[in-house]
């Protein structure tokens, strides 16, 4: 596959994103049903109609493509290329009117990501990255954070209960020897970090749609992305993304 193709995968994916972030906007901050998956997970009207329209620019633009997404699963087809959706990574920060819920859409190619783009709506930033091709935020290269020390870290997590709960050893350490610990994290918590504003972000447990975009904009960033025991899996159940300097200091925390 050469770079021109994947530009163009990926640009397709940017597009895509940001006008899936204009139907969700028109439910944010407003009065909306909410429903409970059979994982007793919330999903709305803007969840469904947001994965639609992305599902529609694939189908209409790579008809030979496969489609997995959070809330109308999998269109199974022969195919190399599989394109991962998750149209509201948050969806809790959504309902409650938090601005930090992202649009997601990852490709895999022969099951390993080659492009990720995560995209906030209400504060219209863009993070998006493909192998081989560089990360850009809002259309400008950006890269990791320089910060050399664990100590002088500022660490997101999405929940940190729930990472006491999963690590609590882990949990402990991390929260004793990083500068600052954080939540609000979900996707744009790896947002904040590929553009240098976070230095590290946490999950202890992940999905699918969850983490597919995150290994091509982390590592094309210049960042490192593994998983909590320190293997390189991009479709892994928990994850770490920082600097290099970083990940060796809190692999000696796990």
């Not at 649009?103 to 709506?121: D, F, M, Q, R, Y």
């Not at 493909?130 to 664990?150: D, E, H, I, M, W």
């Not at 972000?201 to 960033?221: F, G, R, T, V």
């Given at each position: 596959?050469?770079?021109?193709?994947?530009?163009?995968?990926?640009?397709?994916?940017?597009?895509?994103?940001?006008?899936?972030?204009?139907?969700?906007?028109?439910?944010?901050?407003?009065?909306?049903?909410?429903?409970?998956?059979?994982?007793?997970?919330?999903?709305?009207?803007?969840?469904?109609?947001?994965?639609?329209?992305?599902?529609?620019?694939?189908?209409?633009?790579?008809?030979?493509?496969?489609?997995?997404?959070?809330?109308?699963?999998?269109?199974?087809?022969?195919?190399?290329?599989?394109?991962?959706?998750?149209?509201?990574?948050?969806t809790q920060s959504f309902?409650?009117?938090?601005?930090?819920?992202?649009?997601?859409?990852?490709l895999e190619v022969k099951?390993?990501?080659?492009?990720?783009?995560?995209?906030?709506?209400?504060?219209?930033?863009?993070?998006?990255?493909?192998?081989?091709?560089?990360?850009?935020?809002?259309?400008?290269?950006?890269?990791?954070?320089?910060?050399?020390?664990?100590?002088?870290?500022?660490?997101?997590?999405?929940?940190?209960?729930?990472?006491?709960?999963?690590?609590?050893?882990?949990?402990?350490?991390?929260?004793?020897?990083?500068?600052?610990?954080?939540?609000?994290?979900?996707?744009?918590?790896?947002?904040?970090?590929?553009?240098?504003?976070?230095?590290?972000?946490?999950?202890?447990?992940?999905?699918?749609?969850?983490?597919?975009?995150?290994?091509?904009?982390?590592?094309?960033?210049?960042?490192?992305?593994?998983?909590?025991?320190?293997?390189?899996?991009?479709?892994?159940?928990?994850?770490?993304?920082?600097?290099?300097?970083?990940?060796?200091?809190i692999m000696r925390l796990?």
């Amino acid at each position: 596959m050469d770079e021109r193709e994947i530009k163009d995968f990926l640009g397709f994916a940017v597009d895509a994103a940001v006008e899936a972030g204009k139907i969700t906007k028109e439910y944010f901050l407003g009065s909306m049903d909410v429903d409970t998956k059979n994982d007793d997970t919330p999903v709305t009207e803007a969840d469904r109609l947001a994965e639609a329209y992305i599902r529609g620019c694939v189908e209409e633009t790579y008809p030979s493509h496969s489609i997995l997404g959070e809330e109308a699963g999998e269109e199974g087809r022969d195919s190399d290329h599989r394109w991962i959706i998750d149209p509201i990574d948050g969806t809790q920060s959504f309902i409650r009117g938090v601005p930090l819920y992202t649009v997601l859409i990852a490709l895999e190619v022969k099951g390993e990501p080659l492009v990720g783009v995560i995209h906030n709506p209400p504060l219209q930033e863009t993070v998006a990255g493909a192998r081989g091709v560089g990360c850009f935020y809002n259309g400008t290269p950006c890269q990791v954070s320089t910060t050399s020390k664990l100590e002088k870290a500022w660490v997101q997590v999405t929940d940190y209960a729930d990472l006491v709960r999963r690590r609590p050893k882990f949990a402990k350490r991390l929260l004793e020897g990083s500068y600052s610990c954080r939540t609000w994290g979900d996707a744009y918590g790896y947002l904040l970090v590929a553009t240098g504003r976070v230095d590290v972000m946490i999950d202890p447990i992940m999905k699918i749609w969850d983490i597919a975009p995150l290994k091509p904009i982390i590592s094309e960033a210049q960042g490192v992305f593994t998983d909590l025991d320190g293997t390189p899996n991009a479709m892994g159940e928990s994850s770490i993304a920082c600097n290099n300097t970083l990940h060796k200091q809190i692999m000696r925390l796990v």
